[in-house]
């Protein structure tokens, strides 16, 4: 048995001081206080000075994956290990159906790619490229392998789906409680305005954001929501980035539509002047969407304060600089989307709203929420007896910078270089087994598929603390 002693627990029911037991891969208790003797464990964890978090869960990443592009820089292995040094102990990954091909296929294929290489825990969304009668009958066997989410897009011509298959995904989807993730970006729009962009001489890294306006999101979220609407099924919108896509999101919960929000560090600390870094440096900036205004990231930042945002992942889906991006050095529409984030989640949240949010909330939007709305819940999620024991020992006193020389994501940039993060993972525990210390790995491979159930509402912030 192992003992993290002397914490702030981070529990349901709210922070409190004392240990946690952790027994093989489930948590065996929590001890208010302390345990009376430490006799008989067979490891002791000093985590005085920091918070014990339920492992931080990313529910929104791209690892090993080909991209229509090209492939991620990041395999499973590099990925779940870089994840787990910033103290996030389970990703949920999207599995992707290239069109002629089907769910059991790409499912069986993203396990080919992961079993037996990860640090962290990953489980599988399945996204779904091309929709008819045959891929249609593949969703309870998807259900049954405890794949219990799925994603359509809106935009990228090999992966979107007409409005009618999109309606047909949300009822079919919905009797076994699944949830739809949608990629919300108006893709005719963003098809047009490209070659608009690109005719008028605009060639370079800025061309991307000029070429998807907050209004190709807006525009997209508003459709899902009606389509939520009318299917009755629960959906949640990936990586919201714009001010106009909140306002759609929160006029159809005015509505009573069932509807969940994402959206990733990169909308919370960056902007679109990033695009403007000489030397083709804003390629690092490109994906979508695009970071935005100064305007859209604010009244992102108070969502994320005020709760209308329930989840924040990474969407990491890395690509070099050099021999990856820089393929677009002269045309912007070839720049490979997407940037590396699932390592610096968590410390770049705990350092950037330390002042507005508590343990509790970093607890609810990473590690809880995700857990919830995914199906993981209460065997993920939480501090308690009878879960597993995926624990992140956050020391909230140590002062570093991010930087590509110290980070263990397989890419050649980070979006953040130099960004000074406050707090870092003393501990990370993946299934019981210790993955990583003080941000290094150890090079255990603790990590396990984890089939998913469906999920549950997520916690908000006027819930309160749940009663024991
Ligand atoms: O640019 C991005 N985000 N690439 C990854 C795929 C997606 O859109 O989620
Ligand atoms: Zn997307
Ligand atoms: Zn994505």
């Known amino acids: 048995m192992k003992l993290i002693a002397d914490g702030i627990l981070v529990t349901p029911a709210g922070p409190v001081r004392g240990d946690l037991v952790l027994d093989g891969g489930s948590i065996a208790d929590v001890v208010p206080g302390g345990v009376a003797s430490r006799d008989g464990f067979d490891e002791v964890y000093d985590a005085?000075?920091?918070?014990?978090?339920?492992?931080?869960?990313?529910?929104?990443?791209?690892?090993?994956?080909?991209?229509?592009m090209d492939w991620t820089a990041d395999s499973f292995e590099t990925g779940t290990r870089a994840a787990a040094c910033g103290g996030t102990t389970t990703i949920v990954d999207y599995a992707t159906q290239d069109r002629g091909t089907t769910m059991p296929d790409a499912l069986a294929e993203w396990h080919r790619r992961a079993d037996g290489t990860c640090t962290a825990n990953y489980g599988f969304h399945m996204a779904i490229a091309e929709w008819n009668n045959e891929t249609k009958a593949d969703i309870p066997?998807?259900?049954?392998?405890?794949?219990?989410?799925?994603?359509?897009?809106?935009?990228?011509?090999h992966l979107r789906l007409p409005d009618d298959q999109m309606l047909d995904v949300l009822e079919t989807i919905r009797p076994g409680g699944g949830i739809l993730c949608v990629h919300c970006e108006n893709g005719d729009l963003v098809d047009s305005l490209q070659r608009r962009v690109f005719d008028a001489g605009v060639t370079g890294p800025e061309g991307h954001p000029m070429s998807r306006p907050a209004i190709c999101e807006a525009e997209a979220i508003s459709r899902l929501m009606y389509l939520a609407e009318l299917s009755g099924a629960r959906v949640n919108v990936v990586h919201l980035s714009t001010a106009l896509g909140l306002e759609a999101v929160e006029a159809a919960k005015a509505r009573g539509v069932d509807v969940c929000v994402e959206s990733c560090p990169q909308y919370l600390i960056l902007d679109d002047t990033c695009f403007l870094e000489p030397d083709f440096q804003g390629a690092k900036y490109v994906m979508s969407p695009p970071p935005r205004k100064p305007h859209d990231r604010s009244v992102l930042q108070d969502a994320l304060v005020d709760g209308s945002i329930d989840t924040l992942a990474t969407?990491?889906?890395?690509?070099?600089?050099?021999?990856?991006?820089?393929?677009?050095?002269?045309?912007?529409?070839k720049i490979p989307n997407g940037g590396p984030g699932v390592e610096h989640r968590p410390a770049l949240i705990q350092t950037l709203f330390a002042d507005e949010l508590g343990p509790e909330d970093f607890c609810r939007l990473m590690s809880e929420n995700p857990a919830r709305v995914f199906g993981m819940y209460p065997e993920k999620g939480r501090l308690a007896a009878g879960s597993d024991a995926d624990v992140c020992v956050w020391d909230p006193s140590v002062a570093w910078t991010i930087s590509v020389k110290n980070q263990h994501q397989a890419v050649?940039?980070?979006?953040?270089?130099?960004?000074?993060?406050?707090?870092?993972?003393?501990?990370?525990?993946?299934?019981?087994?210790?993955?990583a210390e003080n941000g290094e790995p150890?090079?255990?491979?603790?990590?396990r598929y984890v089939p998913r159930h469906a999920g549950c509402e997520p916690r908000r912030v006027d819930d309160g603390p749940e009663v024991p």
């Not at 050649?412 to 993955?435: H, I, Q, S």
Request: charged residues 20%; proline residues 5%.
């Open 412 to 435: 050649d940039y980070t979006p953040y270089e130099g960004f000074e993060a406050r707090g870092m993972p003393r501990y990370v525990f993946v299934n019981g087994e210790l993955a």
């Open 48 to 68: 005085s000075g920091c918070y014990v978090y339920p492992g931080f869960i990313d529910a929104h990443t791209h690892m090993q994956c080909w991209t229509g």
């Open 141 to 157: 066997a998807m259900f049954d392998a405890g794949v219990t989410s799925f994603k359509t897009y809106f935009a990228y011509d």
């Open 442 to 447: 150890t090079g255990a491979k603790p990590g």
């Open 315 to 333: 969407d990491h889906c890395s690509f070099n600089l050099f021999g990856q991006k820089d393929r677009g050095v002269g045309d912007f529409r």
